[in-house]
């Protein structure tokens, strides 16, 4: 990002069942999405602003995550403009692809990209998402279906994947 941009960066912090969230948008589509204490979150996240002040992304974010959080969501429907390498972007992508309730491995997206041997690199690029949530980190898992490392702490990423299973399986019947 330019320092041009990165000066119109506004963020909006909302509540959650996992903890404060902060929203982050340049104006036009969430360019993050941090958890309070989250790994590679940027220091500078532009200017604060409440809900009734915030752009139209944020406040249509922040809906998204309490219907989501609520298991009335499983999918976001938001613009997206996360900066990252050609192959984070790759492995952003394939995230979304990952359909609600459900896990892949570091190893099986790895193997979908076409690079069976990336698994590390996929799980770098995994760890750098800065839109968590929306662009679901939270259901990539260790090749023995362990929970491995998440930014937002592995604690949260079970809390994920636990309200999805729930939310999934009643949905099932």
């Known amino acids: 990002m330019t320092t041009a941009t990165r000066s119109a960066l506004e963020h909006l912090v909302v509540d959650s069942p996992v903890g404060p969230l902060t929203l982050v948008t340049d104006g036009t589509a969430l360019v993050g999405l941090y958890f309070a204490e989250h790994r590679h979150a940027p ?16 406040v249509e974010t922040a809906q998204q995550l309490e219907e989501y959080f609520a298991g009335t969501r499983t999918d976001f429907d938001l613009p997206v403009a996360a900066t990252g ?3 984070q972007h ?22 979908e990209l076409g690079s069976p041997g990336a698994s590390r690199a996929v799980g ?9 949530i929306v662009v679901p980190c939270h259901r990539v898992v260790g090749s023995t279906g ?5 930014g937002g702490g592995v604690e949260r990423k079970q809390q994920l994947l636990d309200l999805e299973r729930r939310t999934a399986g009643a949905a099932l019947f």
Do not use: K
């Not at 770098?124 to 968590?132: E, F, I, Q």
């Not at 362990?146 to 998440?150: H, L, N, V």
């Open 43 to 58: 220091g500078d996240v532009g200017r604060a602003v409440d809900r009734q002040d915030a752009p139209a992304v944020l």
């Open 85 to 87: 390498t050609d192959f």
């Open 90 to 111: 790759r492995v952003w992508a394939r995230l979304r692809e990952i359909p609600y309730g459900q896990t892949r491995s570091y190893g099986q997206l790895a193997a």
């Open 124 to 132: 770098l690029a995994n760890g750098r998402n800065p839109v968590s």
């Open 146 to 150: 362990a929970i491995t490392g998440y």
